[in-house]
């Protein structure tokens, strides 16, 4: 059998099933593609001419992991029916942006995605976990680690690049119900590859979570005062396969500028990467998630951090293994950027085409080094005695409709080159402000059970 699988307005991967009967019909397949209701898959595609062609794109294929009958999937792009790209396609504004990018800065784009998620259970008696104290913690006081090391596999038999996984920090049980946090971590690569595989990486975490008859959720957030759930992005500017991020004295002006323009756009790609009411119940003072546009080294109070990267030509293999008496080689290129923002609710497509546009927009503005400058902060910016420091810089959105307003505020940078059709930035404002969340989260203060209302009605958003 053969899968068509693409991405609908809803975030969600779709599917199309085949039989194949004949090598004719599976190269008819192959060479053509097939038809779908394209206003059944997006609420602008009007019903009166609605037709679209999905389009296989061969390197994205991998053997389904939970089939019986073997079976062949393979992501599409969308076209018209004049066998155009789709302008609005969440996958081909990714590729405008990068290809814009490439074109403008001579330079190519990688990224990553941490994504987090929770396992929802029933209980165990055998063992109890800590509360908030899950990070890295292995079994027994991690009961799912089996569905993570599970996914591991067959997202890397799907084509997923991955760094590693671990359990996180967000453990805590009810009388009812246990939660649990995990996190999959990739490899950086071309920033269209790694939106690819977050989608898949997805389907397959719940999908092993049907198999096991456990919910997984990407939610932002699961209940007052625990951890949420980021989707936190890291990036790599590189050109002929060299990192321009880091040299000997440490980080780049390259890396600086790339700085510069996340921060300079941040608030209006909270529109993209964080797109329900309770993706701004996580982004609040002290719980690791950022509230303040800024960034520092190795800081997780701040929007962008700048994780270790192995600058420094040490010897700590030879110095933690002194009977190794061969040359150990120096591996460079591993330092990235981390933007601290999104969650599990982005349009991964969307968000990382918006930054992938300010990316390129801070290597282009004549000021960056100096904006970085300005909003670069080496302290914990939640600590009372920081207050000062922090009502320096400016705040993120505190609401979906607060990100609307600063999306159309800024809607020029994305519209530029026709990377976001203005149909679009207009369809992601009118969705955001029809939450009507203004001030939520000073409207639910100390009103757990509604807050639990609100965060049951997203759990499986996107």
């Known amino acids: 059998m053969l899968n068509f699988r693409y991405v609908a307005e809803d975030g969600k991967l779709k599917m199309l099933n085949f039989v194949i009967t004949s090598h004719e019909h599976l190269v008819s397949l192959l060479s053509t593609g097939e038809r779908v209701d394209g206003s059944s898959l997006f609420s602008y595609i009007s019903a009166s001419s609605s037709d679209l062609y999905v389009i296989p794109r061969f390197k994205t294929a991998f053997l389904n992991p939970f089939e019986e009958v073997p079976t062949l999937d393979m992501l599409c792009s969308y076209y018209t029916s004049d066998g155009k790209p789709l302008e609005s396609a969440p996958e081909y504004i990714l590729r405008k942006a990068h290809e814009q990018f490439k074109k403008v800065t001579g330079y190519k784009l990688k990224t990553l995605g941490e994504l987090e998620y929770y396992v929802i259970s029933e ?201 190794h008496t061969k040359k150990v080689p120096y591996i460079e290129g591993k330092q990235t950027i981390e933007l601290r923002s999104p969650d599990g609710s982005a349009d991964i497509y969307l968000t990382l085409a918006a930054i992938t546009i300010a990316v390129q927009h801070g290597l282009e503005m004549h000021d960056a080094l100096k904006l970085a400058k300005k909003l670069y902060t080496d302290i914990n910016i939640f600590k009372p005695e920081n207050k000062a420091k922090l009502d320096k810089f400016n705040k993120l959105p505190d609401s979906c409709w607060e990100s609307a307003l600063s999306l159309q505020k800024n809607r020029k940078y994305f519209e530029k080159n026709g990377i976001f059709p203005s149909g679009t930035i207009d369809s992601v404002i009118k969705k955001l402000k029809s939450y009507n969340d203004k001030r939520l989260s000073e409207r639910l203060y100390g009103l757990d059970d509604e807050i639990q209302k609100l965060v049951n009605h997203y759990l499986h958003y996107m």
């Open 123 to 323: 209980p165990h008696r055998l063992y109890p976990a800590l509360d908030q104290k899950g990070y890295h913690a292995s079994p027994p006081f991690t009961k799912w680690n089996n569905i993570r090391k599970e996914a591991l596999a067959m997202i890397a038999g799907c084509g997923g690049i991955i760094k590693y996984g671990h359990s996180e920090v967000g453990n805590f049980s009810t009388s009812h119900t246990a939660f649990e946090q995990h996190e999959i971590e990739f490899l950086p690569c071309d920033v269209e590859d790694a939106a690819d595989q977050l989608l898949v990486a997805k389907w397959i975490l719940r999908m092993l979570g049907l198999k096991y008859g456990v919910t997984i959720t990407f939610a932002p957030k699961i209940t007052v005062g625990k951890a949420g759930s980021g989707l936190h992005i890291h990036l790599v500017v590189e050109k002929d396969c060299k990192n321009l991020m880091a040299d000997e004295s440490g980080l780049t002006d390259t890396a600086k500028k790339a700085i510069a323009g996340l921060l300079k756009l941040a608030a209006p790609i909270t529109a993209f990467g964080n797109t329900i009411p309770t993706s701004y119940l996580r982004l609040i003072p002290h719980q690791e998630a950022p509230t303040s546009i800024c960034w520092g080294d190795r800081n997780r109070s701040v929007l962008v951090r700048v994780p270790l990267g192995w600058w420094a030509k040490t010897s700590m293999i030879k110095d933690a293994n002194p009977q």
